[in-house]
């Protein structure tokens, strides 16, 4: 195992009341939190997006799951509400790909390779946050107020969190604010090119 190997394996480990967190040789022991909760099981399924209500439905010290779709998201009343883009958005969301598009030709005209990838990874974000915000035939998706009250319970618990983790752990506070996307749909997107080896 190489040096930069050793240095990557990491750990995010709940014991009783509290967390052994270790990342780059420093460690911290936090108490437990349901942030920390949604940390770990975000980082246990890199990519893969939870939907707020499954992070919120998953007790501390249990694993029962709500009732899930083929692609892994919760589906309950998804659809009752109010949409989860507004036109605004979607307008904002456009001018930014168009931006992104005009970056990627730009990059690939002088062969920068990093500004490529940073662009195309941009996009594929975008992309993402769109397919979850748009339905089948281009209709939008709608959202109810507790899935609202999910999103916003979900996220400042995620923040929260990585704001402790950050004060114990600065580079790991980096990483996470970094990697970790909140929304109605939560993942952690580990660098392509730099993967952290957790333990749990």
Request: proline letters at 4%; one cysteine or more; charged letters at 25%.
């Amino acid at each position: 195992m190489s040096a930069a190997q050793k240095v990557d394996r990491s750990l995010f480990s709940r014991h009783n009341d509290y967390w052994t967190i270790r990342y780059h040789g420093q460690t911290a022991l936090l108490k437990s939190t349901r942030g920390l909760h949604y940390l770990a099981i975000l980082l246990r399924d890199p990519r893969r997006e939870f939907h707020v209500r499954e992070l919120l439905s998953r007790p501390i010290a249990a694993s029962t799951l709500p009732t899930i779709t083929a692609k892994g998201h919760v589906t309950g009343r998804l659809y009752a509400g109010v949409a989860v883009l507004d036109a605004q958005a979607k307008a904002e969301y456009e001018r930014r790909i168009n931006d992104l598009r005009e970056d990627l030709n730009q990059a690939e005209r002088f062969n920068d390779l990093q500004r490529r990838a940073e662009v195309q990874s941009e996009l594929q974000a975008i992309a993402d946050h769109l397919a979850c915000a748009v339905g089948l035939g281009g209709r939008d998706r709608r959202i109810s107020s507790d899935a609202e009250r999910a999103r916003s319970a979900v996220t400042k618990s995620i923040r929260k969190a990585i704001q402790k983790i950050g004060e114990a752990i600065p580079p790991l506070g980096y990483h996470l604010a970094a990697r970790i996307k909140t929304g109605y749909f939560c993942s952690y997107h580990p660098h392509p090119d730099r993967p952290v080896a957790w333990k749990f």
